[in-house]
């Protein structure tokens, strides 16, 4: 199994959060793991990306011109990516953040309007794990439990009366995820 996957969007929506969850969870089960994060000058507003493979095989680089996943956050990734997905990926996207939606047809597109839940929930910092939610519903690369620790070890211990809100967050995600 080899996953390679870029998740991109604006600064703030815990785009790297969310690679560096994926990337604990695949160290947790023994994978091989790379995490590349990439963002402008100004972290919160800038647009942000992170690349993360998980493999069972070693990895020979970590930079990537194609993706078998692609979790795109805001119309302006949309716009760098979505040629970038390789033919039989996967598109993962917010519905608040996309405007023009790709044309592709050689690609699974999947919506989670994780957004809207996470004001639902009232709580806006919900949102990237409801979109790792949906990532793990429709490709259960790593195993919740894994996640779960990840996300324990990727918080500061002052923020761990967090994690019930969060799981709760990442089963909800894969519940609003739907094909479009």
Known sequence: MKKEIIIAGFGG?????????????GLLEGKEVSWMPSYGP????????V?????DERISSPVLNQYDIAIILNQPSMDKFEDKIKPGGILIYDGYGIHTLTDRTDITIYRVDAMDTAT???????????ILGGLLQV???VHIENVLLGLKKSLPERHHHLLPMNE?????????????
């Open 13 to 25: 929506q815990g785009v790297l959060s969310m690679g560096k969850i994926l990337a604990y969870a």
């Open 42 to 49: 100004e972290q919160r507003g800038g647009t942000a990306n």
């Open 51 to 55: 690349t993360v493979i998980l493999s």
């Open 120 to 130: 639902e929930m009232k709580n806006e910092k919900a949102f990237n794990m409801l």
């Open 139 to 141: 490709q259960p690369m």
């Open 168 to 180: 709760a967050a990442i089963h909800k995600g894969m519940e609003i995820i739907q094909q479009v």
